[in-house]
């Protein structure tokens, strides 16, 4: 809710920051899993290391599907408008903090 500060909330940002560390996690191992194409068609010519290039692309492949279902539920609590953190208030903005 744009107004309401939570807890891990900054004045005008809508998302707590465990929210948007997930979004922002998310979002880099998708575009890794995208890279992991790529990489595995040039280790084809060496098993072993595409072998290590497929394990980590189905490892980061079930780390999005986790942390998108926690994602799921961190953007739950934000349209109820908790957060239910229990880390202390820190801010994403150059502004400082009296945390």
Do not use: W
Request: net charge negative; charged share 25%.
């Amino acid at each position: 809710m744009m107004g309401t500060i939570g807890k891990g909330q900054t004045e005008g940002f809508p998302l707590d920051n465990l929210t948007y560390d997930l979004l922002t996690i998310v979002q880099e191992k998708s575009k890794a899993l995208e890279a992991y194409g790529r990489y595995c068609d040039d280790a084809r010519q060496d098993p072993e290391i595409l072998r290590m290039l497929e394990q980590i692309k189905r490892e980061d492949t079930n780390h999005v599907q986790q942390l998108s279902q926690h994602l799921a539920r961190c953007l739950g609590r934000q349209q109820q408008g908790t957060t239910g953190e229990s880390r202390p208030q820190t801010t994403r903005t150059t502004q400082g903090s009296s945390s």
